[in-house]
């Protein structure tokens, strides 16, 4: 028991003097970066469904002819 509550304390003081947080603007300025690089990647997916979604349509209607 004596392991367990001092890898807490430890871990307890780590982050409230070793970790250094993000300031609010730097906190924000990520969000944006992360949500942007989200719609980007997203659009890119739904590009490639898209095409490949027709690519197949055309594949079948030549073999249903």
Known sequence: M????AYIRDSYH???EKVTWPSW???QQS??????????IMSMVA???????QL???????FNS
Do not use: G, H, P, R
Not at 2 to 5: D, L, P, Y
Not at 31 to 40: G, K, R
Not at 56 to 62: D, E, M, R
């Open 2 to 5: 004596n392991k367990v509550s």
């Open 14 to 16: 780590e982050l409230l």
């Open 25 to 27: 603007v730097q906190l």
């Open 31 to 40: 969000t944006v970066i992360v949500l942007i690089a989200t719609l980007i």
């Open 47 to 53: 590009i490639m469904d898209f095409a490949s979604s």
């Open 56 to 62: 197949l349509k055309l594949i079948y209607s030549l």
